[in-house]
Antibody, heavy 117, light 108 residues
Framework: EVQLVESGGDLVQPGGSLRLSCAASGFTFSSYSMNWVRQTPGKGLEWVANIKHDGSDKYHVDSVKGRFIISRDNAKNSVFLQMKGLRAEDAAVYYC??????????WGQGTMVTVSS | DIQMTQSPSTLSASVGDRVTISCRASQSIGSYLAWYQQKPGKAPKLLIYKASSLESGVPSRFSGSGSGTEFTLTISSLQPDDFATYYCQEYNNYVPFTFGPGTKVDVK
């Protein structure tokens, strides 16, 4: 089955760190750029980070630059989001999403990140 | 960065209605626009890419049109499964990708 499964979401204190994982199956993972997208009730959907199919290029939204890093392991069919210096405004459901024709054609079920003391 | 707006924010409709949702970009994005459907507690689902190309498996009652800064998603005959929130998303400059604020289609 073609799917993405996220994990790693948790309750973390402000300033804390968290690593999100996304496991892909059912398709040739190394052929696709991958993304993290987050969603909050107040801000809707927000693109967070992108990584090219071979990991050669990475991009992050300005609000997370210097705090979050996207990475991937094509041998393990996985993409990751290392988050540090978490803030209240980072609290959201985080989705990983496969990219095709620059749109996001396959999404995971999401993993929730809560930032609170 | 490109800003995306959608109208209306909420749309009340009945089964069988023709529904039209608008999306506007702050600058020209050619045809680099996608539409997604999202139901509560679920991930977004791609409906339309490249402004008017129907994603595989999506019913033909969904269609997209437009180019430049003005885009439209049309549902030709609203079905019970179509009550959801719809988002547009641009991908003109590769990154950052920007989503619209969403349009909720609810029962009239």
């Amino acid at each position: 089955e073609v799917q993405l499964v996220e994990s790693g979401g948790d309750l973390v204190q402000p300033g804390g760190s968290l690593r999100l994982s996304c496991a892909a199956s059912g398709f040739t993972f190394s052929s696709y750029s991958m993304n993290w997208v987050r969603q909050t009730p107040g801000k809707g959907l927000e693109w967070v980070a992108n990584i090219k199919h071979d990991g050669s290029d990475k991009y992050h939204v300005d609000s997370v630059k210097g705090r979050f890093i996207i990475s991937r392991d094509n041998a393990k069919n996985s993409v990751f989001l290392q988050m540090k210096g978490l803030r209240a405004e980072d609290a959201a459901v985080y989705y990983c999403a496969r990219q095709r024709y620059y749109a996001f054609d396959l999404w995971g079920q999401g993993t929730m990140v809560t930032v609170s003391s | 960065d490109i800003q995306m707006t959608q109208s209306p924010s909420t749309l009340s409709a009945s089964v069988g209605d023709r529904v039209t949702i608008s999306c506007r970009a702050s600058q020209s994005i050619g045809s680099y626009l996608a539409w997604y459907q999202q139901k509560p507690g679920k991930a977004p689902k791609l409906l339309i890419y490249k402004a008017s190309s129907l994603e595989s498996g999506v019913p033909s009652r969904f269609s997209g049109s437009g180019s430049g800064t003005e885009f439209t998603l049309t549902i030709s005959s609203l079905q019970p499964d179509d009550f959801a929130t719809y988002y547009c998303q641009e991908y003109n400059n590769y990154v950052p990708f920007t989503f619209g604020p969403g349009t909720k289609v609810d029962v009239k």
